[in-house]
């Protein structure tokens, strides 16, 4: 069922009131709003700087310096914003439901708006960690530094995320896979679904009977296997998503 945002179907709002477990899937459109550019929009990362030949261990090992500036400008980007009305809308669920947010963004911002249950799936790009010994840089990133710093054994320290051909944390793909499997209903916010093995975990809470919600503004990206989709902005569907179930809660 696609629906715009402004009108979502009473059969949702049923099936959630009745839900105890949900999942928040999201990706980078869920923090658009808070002015962080998406990946492969127009206004995508990926037509700026050719994203995905930088986001990989083999460019970095190239040209370190390069890579680490774009990871600073975007960390400047990241620095200066704050979470919008989706991610406090995904907070606010946890008053009547059991949730667990599983991101793709590395921006920390479900942290920042107070998430209790959040699964980072490609890292998060506060923090840092060396390519040789692995040591993790949790302290403040200075951004200032123009080029990578060396860690005390001598090599280049990069950001704390996944790049291309690089394994999820130890861990943490499982923890997510099985949230899907155990939930009654997932919301799929704001990704296109392109990546793997993440694009792989609405299927799991598909096929384990869970109903899949696409939260997105392009209708391109709702994948019809799916049994509803909202369209518009996570900003105002979430919210509005929430004050409608909240009726059925309280009264
Ligand atoms: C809104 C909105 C609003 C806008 N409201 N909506 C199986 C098949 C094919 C390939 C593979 C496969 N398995 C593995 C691969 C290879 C690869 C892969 O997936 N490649 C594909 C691209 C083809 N995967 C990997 O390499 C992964 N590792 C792995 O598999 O390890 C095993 C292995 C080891 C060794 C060798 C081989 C395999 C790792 C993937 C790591 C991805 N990393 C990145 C960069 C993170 C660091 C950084 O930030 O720089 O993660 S890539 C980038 O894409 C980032 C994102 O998390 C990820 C997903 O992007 P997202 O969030 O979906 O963004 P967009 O821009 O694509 O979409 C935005 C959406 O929002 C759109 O739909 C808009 O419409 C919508 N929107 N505003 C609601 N206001
Ligand atoms: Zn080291």
Not at 36 to 55: C, H, M, N, V, Y
Not at 57 to 86: C, L
């Amino acid at each position: 069922m696609i629906t715009e945002a402004a009108v979502i179907p009473g059969e949702l709002i049923d099936k959630l009131a009745d839900s105890r477990k949900i999942v928040f899937f999201t990706g980078s459109g869920v923090s658009a709003e808070s002015g962080i550019p998406t990946f492969r929009g127009d206004d995508g990362l990926w037509k700026k700087f050719s994203a995905q030949e930088l986001a990989n261990f083999d460019s970095f090992m190239r040209n370190p310096d390069m890579v680490w500036e774009w990871y600073q400008y975007r960390r400047r980007i990241i620095h200066d914003s704050e979470p919008n009305a989706g991610h406090r809308a995904i907070v606010d669920f946890e008053k009547y439901f059991d949730v667990t947010v599983i991101t793709q963004n590395v921006d920390d911002l479900h942290h920042r708006a107070g998430s209790s249950h959040v699964l980072e799936l490609h890292g998060n790009i506060t923090r840092n960690k060396c390519t040789q010994c692995g040591e993790i840089f949790t302290g403040e990133v200075r951004l200032e530094d123009r080029k990578p710093p060396r860690c005390a054994c001598g090599a280049l320290i990069r950001p704390d995320v996944v790049w291309f051909g690089e394994n999820l944390p130890e861990g943490v793909y499982e923890k997510a896979e099985e949230s899907c499997e155990a939930c009654d209903m997932m919301f799929v916010v704001g990704t296109s679904g392109v990546v793997y093995p993440a694009a792989l975990l609405p299927s799991a809470a598909l096929s384990s009977g869970a109903i899949v919600v696409d939260v997105n503004i392009d209708e391109e990206d709702h994948q019809h296997n799916r049994r509803f989709f909202l369209k518009g902005r996570s900003g105002d569907v979430l919210p509005a998503l929430f004050e409608r179930v909240k009726i059925l809660k309280e009264y």
